[in-house]
């Protein structure tokens, strides 16, 4: 099934249905993080390429949206089934191309099936409503509204490094059950996960037109996809640098954005600390710490500090570090360039004077988890996104010292709160300025039908399953007029 995709060392797009249908020049080659070995070429599109590809679907939009909902969830359901067949196969194509350990990428592959059967069920249960005027001061019961759900037509979906397959089937899978067509933009390191992605839908019987792909240089044909006048809407997860950027030349394009984050987990003295620690690490460390919902700075109560710094410092300790296809937490980073950012942090920690309790060791892309304790204000650690293996711990006096730190972010993804004191949980979570408060866990996106959302810097607009279907639809009124009285 996947051979489709593939001519000689080329992974193609899909245009049309026809993989390859759209031939290119020049191609861009794909290295493995891990030892940098050749993985293949992916097509580097142009201008002309782009706009071919977005007329096609928006073309072919039409008849996809007339297509009854349950017949459009049956495919959802066999491209699930088809993704979880080849479970294995494409975890490790995760491993080699984005350096994600097995475990989670695994993790990666079965969540996505789950999401995308999911979303089927959910967009049978998108109802509209019906509306009586005599609701309304002035009105008499005459006027009937039936507004139901329609699409908004062809939606870009551009997806980062870190979750090739989930974060772009996140977009695709609501996108495509509420009847749009769907640009997919992957990203170019990840771009071949993310093309075996797309040939399971295609498989799973998505007619040829409404999942097109797109691989090229971002800074070639980055601005002019975003501002195509024939999308409708577009779904992007990233940084927030490529996020404002995209956000300011889109216009009058309605958007959905993920964007980063420096999620807090604030830890006060009558925590469970054990459990703390053990969601602390995982939190900041799994995959490397390359996750938006990373725990990246913990403020602790002075008082239960040392003890907290010292588990937390012990099972870092015990962190693997290695091959993604080992059973390891720590990876090798996406690139030399994400190393370099890191270590910059490091060492504007070190230079500041912030405690190194484990780490700082480097080779190449890899970063070995780094934990700093007495990280203050004036550190970069305090408020940038490393995206990587480093952890700071900063000590507060009080609870409204721990919100003010938290707040004094340009970032509003996550934050948890650890405490047994109920009150005193509901009471940080309500002044915390973040999308989501985790009580007693670390901070995550799961599980994909709750609201996922980033305020401030991190995001615009609201995922979920219900809420992304919903966000890339739009109510279309009827009115019905009609005399209330029989002559
Ligand atoms: P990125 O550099 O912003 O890239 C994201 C996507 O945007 C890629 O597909 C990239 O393509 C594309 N892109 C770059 N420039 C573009 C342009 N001018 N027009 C259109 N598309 C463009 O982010 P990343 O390094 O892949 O991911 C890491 C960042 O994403 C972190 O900041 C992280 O916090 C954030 N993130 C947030 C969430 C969330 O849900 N809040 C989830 C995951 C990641 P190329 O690869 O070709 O450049
Ligand atoms: O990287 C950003 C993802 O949305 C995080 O998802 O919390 O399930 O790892 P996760």
């Not at 005027?133 to 039936?146: C, Q, V």
């Not at 139901?148 to 495509?176: E, M, Q, R, W």
Request: hydrophobic share 40%; proline share 5%; with cysteine.
């Amino acid at each position: 099934m996947f051979s489709k995709i593939k001519k000689d060392e080329l992974y193609q797009n899909v245009y049309n249905g026809i993989w390859g249908g759209i031939k290119t020049d020049e191609n861009i080659p794909i290295y493995a993080p891990l030892d940098n070995s050749f993985i293949g070429y992916i097509q580097k599109y142009s201008k002309n390429d782009v706009d071919r590809t977005i007329d096609n679907s928006k073309k072919t939009q039409v008849a996809w949206s007339e297509t009854p909902i349950n017949e459009r969830a049956a495919i959802l359901h066999k491209a699930a089934t088809i993704l979880e067949d080849h479970k294995e196969y494409l975890a490790e194509l995760l491993c080699k191309e984005i350096c994600k350990d097995k475990k989670s990428s695994l993790s990666e592959i079965q969540r996505t099936a789950d999401f995308i059967r999911f979303t089927a069920d959910e967009g049978k249960h998108l109802y509209g409503t019906a509306i009586s005027s005599d609701s309304f001061p002035g009105y008499k019961k005459d006027k009937l509204s039936f507004a139901t759900y329609v699409p908004l037509g062809v939606v870009l979906a551009i997806s980062p490094f870190n979750y090739p397959i989930n974060l772009s089937a996140s977009k695709i899978a609501p996108a495509l059950i509420a009847g749009n067509s769907v640009v997919f933009k992957p990203p170019t390191q990840g771009s071949i996960s993310a093309l075996h992605l797309a040939q399971i839908f295609n498989e799973a019987g998505i007619p040829p037109g409404i999942l097109n792909t797109i691989t090229g240089s971002s800074s070639e044909i980055g601005d002019y996809l975003v501002t195509h006048p024939s999308i409708n809407f577009i779904n992007f997860t990233g940084s927030t640098k490529i996020g404002r950027h995209i956000a300011k030349i889109a216009e009058m394009v309605p958007l959905l954005m993920e964007l980063g984050g420096k999620d807090a987990a604030i830890v006060l003295e009558d925590a469970d600390l054990e459990d703390a620690s053990s969601d602390i690490v995982s939190g900041a460390f799994s995959y490397s710490g390359q996750r938006c919902t990373a725990v990246k700075r913990v403020l602790v109560m002075e008082t239960v500090a040392d003890a907290l710094s010292e588990m937390i410092r012990k099972k870092v300790e015990e962190l693997k570090v290695g091959s993604p296809f080992e059973d390891v937490q720590i990876t090798p980073l996406i690139d030399n360039k994400a190393a370099d950012f890191v270590q910059e942090l490091i060492d504007d920690a070190v230079q500041k004077g912030g405690k190194l309790l484990i780490g700082n060791k480097r080779e190449g892309n890899l970063i070995y988890p780094t934990l700093f304790d007495y990280v203050t204000k004036d550190m970069r650690l305090a408020w940038e996104e490393p995206f990587g293996p480093v952890l700071p711990i900063m000590r507060v006096k009080t609870i409204q010292e721990a919100i003010d730190i938290a707040n004094r972010s340009e970032y509003g993804l996550q934050s948890s709160v650890f405490t047994k004191n109920i009150d005193k949980a509901f009471y940080i979570a309500s002044k915390l300025d973040v999308g989501t408060v985790q009580i007693n866990n670390r901070t995550e996106r799961g599980p994909d039908h709750f609201p996922f959302l980033g305020v401030k810097s991190s995001g615009l607009g609201t995922q979920g399953i219900s809420y992304s279907i919903k966000a890339m639809s739009r109510p279309k009124a009827i009115v019905l007029n009609f005399e209330n009285k029989i002559e």
